[in-house]
Nanobody, 126 residues
């Protein structure tokens, strides 16, 4: 699976950005895909993921109500709409996929992800 992120950049606190992840090469119909982030000196964490099985979504507590994940199956692209950005959202954002993925699997589990993009930097200034 190939994952290519885009949409990162510099934004002021309170602003918005939309990240895109173009995916190709899935070998299973059932998969999970989403976003992780890694800030300097911190571990990579799951931000938001979505399951192709039933559309179930996961959001980290820190982004609930501000970020929205969506997918366009026709374009094989997943998006992360980020609103009301905060300086603590500053990080490299990675697109990741897990396949196969089944309904009893844990969504957005770091060690379960099987493919990673190279990341896109999001910087939120105060």
């Amino acid at each position: 699976v190939q994952l290519v992120e885009s949409g990162g950049g510099l934004v002021q606190a309170g602003g918005s950005l939309r990240l895109s992840c173009a995916a190709s090469g899935f070998t299973f119909d059932d998969y999970a895909i989403g976003w992780f982030r890694q800030a300097p000196g911190k571990e990579r964490e799951g931000v938001s993921c979505i399951s192709s099985v039933d559309g179930t979504t996961y959001y980290a507590d820190s982004v609930k109500g501000r970020f929205t994940i969506s997918s366009d199956n026709a374009k094989n692209t997943v998006y992360l709409q980020m609103n009301n950005l905060k300086p603590e959202d500053t990080a490299v954002y990675y697109c990741a996929a897990q396949q196969p993925f089944y309904s009893d699997y844990t969504l957005c589990y770091y060690y379960g992800m099987t493919s990673w993009g190279k990341g896109t930097l999001v910087t939120v200034s105060s």
